[in-house]
Every structure is written in C-alpha cells, then in structure tokens.
T-cell receptor
Framework: SQTIHQWPATLVQPVGSPLSLECTVEGTSNPNLYWYRQAAGRGLQLLFYSVGIGQISSEVPQNLSASRPQDRQFILSSKKLLLSDSGFYLC?????????????FGSGTQLSVL | GQNIDQPTEMTATEGAIVQINCTYQTSGFNGLFWYQQHAGEAPTFLSYNVLDGLEEKGRFSSFLSRSKGYSYLLLKELQMKDSASYLCAVGGSSASKIIFGSGTRLSIRP
C-alpha cells in the first residue's frame, strides 16, 4: 500500500532563517507531487507541483522553492523566511493520468515564523 | 484565470440535509473533487466527478454540471462528526494541476 511521510509536524523558526520541509512517498512510482499552504481558516493554496524528477511548476511567486531530487521525494525550501510564510504546509501525491487524480495528503507541517 | 467559489460558512441541524455549492471558472477542466478537513488535520477525499450528473456514496452525494461550472455536495442524515470544512477542488488546465476553493466551514448543531 502507498504511504506518504511529511516532517516535521510542527516548526517554529525566526524571521530570516532557512527552511527545509521534506516529503517522501512509498509504494508507488512516478507520482505527481504537490506542496500546498493553508493559512488559518482558509483554503489550500497550490505552491508547487511536479510530474517527474527535476520537473517543478511554481504557482505563486514567493521566496519559497521546491526540488524533486528523487522520484518519490519532494522538498520545500526557503533561504530566508518571512512572517507571511507562517501556515500549515501540506504535501500530497497522486497517480498520473489523463484526468485529474485524487490527492493523498501527508499529515502536514504547522510552521510558525516569529 | 481560475476561480473557485463556495460559501464561507454554513450551519445545519443534526439529522438534517445540507447542500454545499461550488462554482468554478478554470482554463480547462479535468475533474472536480470534494474533500473533508477537520481542524488541524489533512484533507481526506470524499468524491470525484468528471461527467455531468450525481455520484452517490452513502450519506454523501456530489453533483456536477460542466456547462454551468457548478457542483454541489449533499450531506444527508447529518451527524455531529460531520462538523468540518468541505473543500471543492478542480483539475484545471492540466490534469496534474489541482486548485482548491477556500472551503466551507460546516457547523452541526444538536
């Protein structure tokens, strides 16, 4: 069966510090991978998605970046965090297909930038 | 551009029926999803529509009209545990790009 791991669960970082959130998927190959951010009480904002190794689509201009060094690994990074980067970060995967496929989410990372 | 609209909040009574609407305008369409999200948790998949019509799954049903850019999620026999946010999401310009609405926070009262 497929599983998705995302860590850490919570993170408190000072403004200007770097960030690295990691997500790995097991039990499937060549998945679509996603990073979403959710502000408190709001919907999910698509940040990045990837359809293959080294392929990253960025949806929102920001000081965040994403990388996919391996087929089932997706990393969200920042060199210098801003206060506005606080939020609930969710990694997700889906099967590839000609139609949209349902997303399977990780348990999320609550990031507080102080 | 892409736009997905749904009501911010709704309230319903235990045992009743509630309908949560979603309208969308996207460049391309590759399916519509409904997810449930309890506070502090990740969303979980509820339903998927790619063709017009009604999909029924237990107490939950989802309807799609592609010509109207409209969907609804129908919840029957409401239970207190149904108190959650319900997120409408659309596969847009590519099958891989899935965009979410802001979510509808549903409160169930006894």
């Amino acid at each position: 069966s497929q599983t998705i791991h995302q860590w850490p669960a919570t993170l408190v970082q000072p403004v200007g510090s770097p960030l690295s959130l990691e997500c790995t998927v097991e039990g499937t190959s060549n998945p679509n991978l996603y990073w979403y951010r959710q502000a408190a009480g709001r919907g999910l904002q698509l940040l990045f998605y990837s359809v293959g190794i080294g392929q990253i689509s960025s949806e929102v201009p920001q000081n965040l970046s994403a990388s996919r060094p391996q087929d089932r690994q997706f990393i969200l990074s920042s060199k210098k965090l801003l206060l506005s980067d606080s939020g609930f970060y969710l990694c997700a995967w889906s099967n590839t297909g000609q139609e949209a496929e349902k997303l399977f989410f990780g348990s999320g990372t609550q990031l507080s930038v102080l | 551009g892409q736009n997905i609209d749904q009501p911010t909040e709704m309230t319903a009574t235990e045992g009743a029926i509630v309908q949560i609407n979603c309208t969308y305008q996207t460049s391309g369409f590759n399916g519509l999803f409904w997810y449930q999200q309890h506070a502090g948790e990740a969303p979980t998949f509820l339903s998927y529509n790619v063709l017009d019509g009604l999909e029924e799954k237990g107490r939950f049903s989802s309807f799609l009209s592609r010509s109207k850019g409209y969907s609804y999620l129908l919840l029957k026999e409401l239970q207190m545990k149904d108190s959650a946010s319900y997120l409408c999401a659309v596969g847009g310009s590519s099958a891989s790009k899935i965009i979410f609405g802001s979510g509808t926070r549903l409160s169930i009262r006894p």
